[in-house]
C-alpha cells in the first residue's frame, strides 16, 4: 500500500520522514507539523496504520490551523528528498525476548530502514532513535554509508530532560531556569554530570546536599524504566518525541543549538570508534562541532565505562548480524 492520503508532497519543501508510526514515530510527526517545521512522511511497516496516523493528524489541523502537510506511506519513494531520516521503528523490550534477540530484530530494521530511506534521500540528515540507541546509531551510520557528521541518536537530550525535570520537581522552581547534562550511553552507564547541572547559573551542588543530587541521578538513570514499570505495555514517548523534535528544529533552523547527542567518536574523551552522547552543535550540514568538556577522572572514568559497554554490544550485535546473514 503507499501513501493514500488525498494530499501527497509532490512540491519542493522542507521534509522530515519518520521511519516507524508508532507512540514516537506519531508523536514526533504531530510536534513537528505543530510547530511548523517540516512537512512530514510516516513509513511504517503495517498497512493501513501510517496512513491512519497521518489522516488523523490532518483532520487536526482544522483546529490547530498550520498548513504542513502529513503523508503516510508503506512506501520508501514517498520519502524521496528529505532533509531529515528519523528512524523510531523497531520492536520494544518485552518479557520473554532476550537482548540478543532485541538486538538482532532491531539491527535488521534499523539497518534495512536506514539503506532504503538514505537511496532515495542521499543529502539527508538521519537521526536515530531505536534502541539500544548508541548501538543502532552506529549500525545505521554504518548501513547509510553517510558522512559521519550526518549520523546521531537521540538521548542525551532526553536524559538531560529527565535530570532537569527532577531537579525542578523537587526544588519547586521553573524548569524555565534549570539546565542539566547528561552525557555517555543511552542505559544504565549514562553518565549524569552535576557539576555541569544549574538553576538559573548556580551550581546544584550549592542547591542541595550530596545524598539528594544522587537520589536524583538514580532517578535519571531509571528515568525510561519508571515509566514502564508504570505504563506496563508501553516505553515512554511523549518525552522521546520532545528530545528528537528539539534536535530537528535545530538543525532545519540552523540554530547551532549546543545539545549532547550521540555522535561518531574518534578520538574524543580518548574514545574511538564508537557513537557515544557528548555535546555538539547541531545546525543545517549536522554536526557542526563536538565539544570536548573538561571532566573529572572520576567523570572520565565513567564515561569510559559508558564507551566500553557500547563498544562491547557493537561488537557482538555485529557478531548476530553476520550469523543471521
Ligand atoms: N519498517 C518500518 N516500521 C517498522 C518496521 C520496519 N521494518 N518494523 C517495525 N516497525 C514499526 C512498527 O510497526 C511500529 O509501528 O515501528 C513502530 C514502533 O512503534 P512502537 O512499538 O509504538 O514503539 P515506540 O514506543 O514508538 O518506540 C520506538 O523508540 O524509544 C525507542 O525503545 C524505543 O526502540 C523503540 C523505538
Known amino acids: 500500500m503507499t501513501s493514500t492520503n488525498s494530499t ?28 511548523n517545521l517540516a512537512d512530514v512522511v510516516l513509513l511504517d511497516i503495517v498497512e493501513g496504520w501510517p496512513q491512519g496516523i497521518a489522516l488523523d493528524l490532518m483532520q487536526a489541523r482544522g483546529v490547530e490551523r498550520h498548513d504542513r502537510q502529513i503523508v503516510g506511506t508503506n512506501n520508501y519513494t514517498d520519502t ?5 531520516i528519523v528512524i523510531a521503528a523497531g520492536i520494544p523490550r518485552k518479557p520473554g525476548l532476550n537482548r540478543e534477540d ?11 530502514a536506514a539503506q532504503q530511506a538514505i537511496a532515495h534521500s542521499p543529502e539527508a540528515i538521519l537521526i536515530v532513535i531505536t534502541n539500544p540507541l548508541d548501538v543502532m546509531t552506529y ?16 538521548a542525551g537530550v532526553l536524559d538531560s530532560a529527565r535530570f532537569q525535570t527532577f531537579i525542578a520537581m523537587e526544588l519547586g522552581v521553573s524548569i524555565a531556569e534549570v539546565n542539566a547534562t547528561v552525557l555517555g550511553s543511552h542505559g544504565d552507564l549514562m553518565v549524569p554530570l552535576p557539576r555541569y547541572s544549574t538553576v ?20 535519571t538513570r531509571n528515568g525510561g524504566v519508571e515509566v514502564v514499570k508504570l505504563m506496563k505495555t508501553s516505553s515512554a514517548y511523549f518525552a522521546p518525541a520532545s528530545a528528537a523534535c528539539l534536535m530537528v528544529e535545530s538543525i532545519l ?10 555522535v561518531y567518536l574518534d578520538g574524543q574523551y580518548g574514545v574511538q570508534d564508537i557513537f557515544l552522547g557528548v555535546f ?22 565513567a564515561f569510559a565505562d559508558s564507551g566500553k559497554l557500547v563498544l562491547q554490544t557493537i561488537e557482538s550485535a555485529k557478531l548476530i548480524l553476520e550469523k543471521a546473514h
Request: charged share 20%; aromatic share 2%.
Open 8 to 35: 501527497t508532497l509532490n512540491c519542493p519543501s522542507t521534509r522530515v520522514s519518520i521511519i516507524g508510526a508508532g507512540k514516537v514515530g506519531s508523536t514526533l510527526a504531530q510536534r513537528i507539523a505543530e510547530k
Open 139 to 154: 549500525l545505521a551510520w554504518e548501513a547509510s554509508g553517510l558522512p559521519k557528521h550526518r549520523v546521531m541518536g537521540m
Open 80 to 84: 524521496a528528498n528529505s532533509n531529515i
Open 253 to 262: 533552523l540552523n540554530q547551532s543549538r549546543l545539545l549532547p547527542c550521540s
Open 280 to 301: 555538539c552543535r547541531l545546525g543545517y550540514q549536522g554536526i557542526e562541532q563536538i565539544l570536548e568538556l573538561e571532566l573529572s577522572d572520576t567523570e572520565r572514568a
Open 102 to 112: 532485541l538486538i538482532k530484530i532491531n539491527a535488521k530494521i534499523v539497518t534495512e
Open 200 to 219: 538559573s547559573g548556580i551550581p546544584i551542588s550549592q542547591l542541595m546536599d550530596a545524598g539528594t543530587i544522587d537520589r536524583l541521578v538514580d532517578r
